[in-house]
């Protein structure tokens, strides 16, 4: 009896390449990220200096409506490309750095793979297949966070055994190996690339999103964000100057966080089909809840990593959201409107990081309970919102 091996079909091929892709490249991001903090202070930087660097890549992040613009009009393979290459010298800077200057012109230039956002969600949801899109778009998502769960300890283990230096230099491969991955990925080119007429620009883009009800939509998630993100910067300095732990620790307490985010994006992405995107984000707030208070309520190592799990849903959440306005997007431009979201997003959460240094001064809990106020009162307006919308039966997409 012969066994007929079944080719796979050049969809499932190219989502491999970018899932391998998109799982290498965090795994060199979340090698360092978290003690990223630490270097900066290290470096002669202040609490204000880990806000500038840490919203840096945020605000950058407006690089995206050229990215979209792009990724409405020529191949998305080669905006993946641009945006993965453009970040491998970034590791070289900082691997020599001798002032935390240096460390901002590497944060500037890695920042530029904004560029490529909207061609990697389009190049998923616009591949001309069959399949549902959702799960595939979850998993190129799981992927990247997955690469980073094991990357905390392994770059705690570097630091313990060589010094920074070796750690930057390590990332700097994994990111040539992860850009590399791109290379075997089929070309995509819009299948209609917009020809300008009085229905492109920004001006009809912002009334399409208000006529469709997506702009109030858009800016209630990225002040979702921006809630849950006002400590972020300042995680391993929490837990070096308030819970006094190692960095081995630090490592652990970080892959933790990095497992929660794994396993809660690819539980929304697959709950999407049965329940409806606003009860998984109130879900996914209470479990945000329950992280902070874990965080801030002791000094048990252990209680503080469940924590730091449950803290991971702020990482899934943002992938949620943003494909659950993609898949339902009917505009031509979908590139340009995805756009919009992102660098709308980009602004709330790099905006984050001030008051959270603000705060931080005062006491080092209070930008999480900060958190947790804001949270609460962002779920009333929510949710009062779209009972309005309800009540005048208006389109939604949430």
Not at 85 to 101: E, N, Q, R, S
Not at 198 to 215: A, N, T, V
Not at 324 to 346: A, H, I
């Amino acid at each position: 009896m012969r066994i007929r091996i079944r080719k796979p079909s050049r969809f499932h091929m190219d989502m491999t390449f970018l899932v391998l892709s998109n799982t290498l490249w965090p795994l060199g991001y979340s090698m360092y990220i978290g003690y990223f903090p630490l270097y900066i202070e290290k470096l002669g930087g202040t609490k204000l200096t880990i806000s500038i660097l840490a919203s840096i890549p945020f605000f950058m992040g407006l690089l995206a409506v050229l990215g979209g613009y792009l990724a409405d009009r020529m191949d998305r393979k080669t905006l993946l490309l641009f945006g993965w290459a453009v970040t491998v010298p970034a590791p070289l800077i900082w691997a020599f750095a001798d002032h935390w200057h240096w460390l901002l012109i590497g944060q500037l230039l890695y920042s530029l793979t904004s560029v490529c956002i909207p061609a990697l969600t389009l190049y998923v949801f616009d591949y001309k297949s069959p399949q549902d899109k959702m799960l595939p778009y979850s998993l190129v998502n799981v992927g990247g966070i997955a690469g980073s769960i094991l990357a905390p300890s392994i770059g705690a283990s570097i630091l313990a055994a060589y010094n920074i230096k070796s750690l930057f230099l390590t990332v700097f491969v994994i990111y040539v190996l992860s850009t590399m991955c791109l290379l075997f990925m089929t070309k995509q080119v819009p299948e209609k690339i917009p020809v300008k007429t009085e229905q492109d620009g920004f001006k009809y883009i912002f009334k399409e999103l208000r006529e469709e009800k997506l702009l109030g939509e858009m800016l209630f998630l990225s002040l979702l964000l921006f809630c849950m993100n006002i400590a972020e910067p300042y995680l391993s300095v929490y837990l070096s100057e308030h819970i006094f732990m190692s960095v081995q620790m630090i490592g652990t307490a970080f892959t933790c966080l990095f497992i929660g985010a794994s396993l809660l994006t690819w539980l929304f992405g697959k709950s999407t089909t049965k329940y409806k995107p606003q009860l998984i984000i109130l879900i996914g707030v209470i479990i945000f809840l329950a992280g902070m208070v874990a965080i801030i309520s002791t000094l048990n190592p252990t209680v503080v990593y469940i924590g730091f799990f449950a803290r991971g849903v702020n990482r899934a959440l943002l992938f949620f959201v943003q494909g659950v306005l993609v898949s339902r997007l009917k505009t031509r431009n979908k590139g340009l409107v995805l756009s919009v979201f992102v660098s709308l997003r980009n602004i709330f959460v790099g905006a984050a990081a001030y008051p959270g240094a603000f705060l931080y001064g005062i006491h080092p809990i209070a930008p999480f309970v900060s958190e947790g106020a804001l949270l609460v009162i962002w779920l009333v307006l929510f949710y009062t919102y779209m009972s309005i919308l309800k009540k005048k039966n208006m389109r939604y997409t949430l």
